[in-house]
């Protein structure tokens, strides 16, 4: 019977939901009108087709079916490449910024086969983008809460409504945190009760915080860092103390298996 079962779970949750996908375009399109970083890389790649169109009588027949065989290439190996990290990624910050990174390249590499000086306009401009821009990380939190040090001390202190607390030390100045900002909020929506709290302390913005909670904010840092605390004291942390993070190591089921999340929640549900 078990395994009739798993199938229609798999089945459900990868139903398609229309109203979840259309959702996502708007806020998709959203997104490119109103960041910096989104509206600028769109710029960019749409300068490439307005180029296009623009010189595509200057090349000799030759050239110009040498070229269409090139991006036709290109495409299909960036498709290939997107679909590839659409399965594999979990979060959808994940997957645009892996996207965006195979666009770049791709690019780069059409504009060299069309002129070397187009290809260093190109990446002349990724430089200023990523030097002047930066990746928006995910904005909600769900039933998690945004706390400051000074909250997070007092709660851990002078004790509060919830045992466990599992707080989440980002910085939304780094790669790695907003790849994963939408990790902890997605979980807290699922495992927060009265016996476990979910919190978030940015650390871009109280970096003195760091060296009480033991995260090392060096070469490579150790952000973001995840630490469960019961009754104020510490009882596990990912990852572990003295070792970096890598957003790749980071998902909704090995934090839920590192802390046993389903166990917390079965013991609310039993009265535990």
């Known amino acids: 019977m078990g395994k009739k079962a798993k199938p229609s779970n798999n089945n459900n949750e990868n139903s398609i939901n229309p109203i979840e996908y259309y959702d996502i375009t708007m806020n998709i399109l959203f997104a490119i009108v109103s960041e910096p970083y989104y509206l600028f890389h769109f710029l960019t790649f749409f300068s490439y087709f307005s180029f296009r169109l623009s010189t595509s009588h200057l090349f000799s027949d030759q050239f110009a079916g040498y070229l269409l065989h090139r991006e036709f290439q290109a495409l299909v190996a960036f498709v290939t490449l997107a679909v590839v990290k659409m399965v594999k990624e979990e979060t959808w910050d994940g997957f645009i910024a892996d996207t965006l990174l195979f666009a770049k390249l791709f690019l780069v590499g059409i504009s060299l086969v069309v002129d070397f000086h187009l290809a260093l306009w190109y990446m002349l401009t990724f430089l200023v983008i990523y030097l002047f821009t930066q990746q928006p990380a995910y904005m909600g939190l769900g039933s998690a ?21 599992l707080v989440e030390f980002r910085s939304s100045l780094s790669s790695s945190c907003i790849r994963t900002s939408r990790v902890l909020p997605e979980l807290s929506i699922t495992f927060s009760n009265k016996n476990i709290s979910f919190g978030v302390v940015d650390l871009g913005l109280f970096p003195n915080t760091a060296a009480r909670f033991g995260i090392s904010l060096g070469v490579p840092d150790q952000l973001p860092t995840y630490i469960l605390f019961e009754n104020a004291e510490e009882v596990s942390r990912f990852p572990d103390m003295h070792s970096a993070t890598k957003s790749s190591d980071i998902s909704k089921k090995c934090l839920c298996r590192h802390f046993e999340l389903d166990k917390h929640l079965l013991d609310y549900i039993g009265g535990k």
Do not use: A, I, Y
């Open 145 to 165: 809460t945004q706390l400051t040090p000074l909250q997070l001390e007092s709660l851990l202190t002078e004790g509060g409504t919830s045992r466990f607390w």
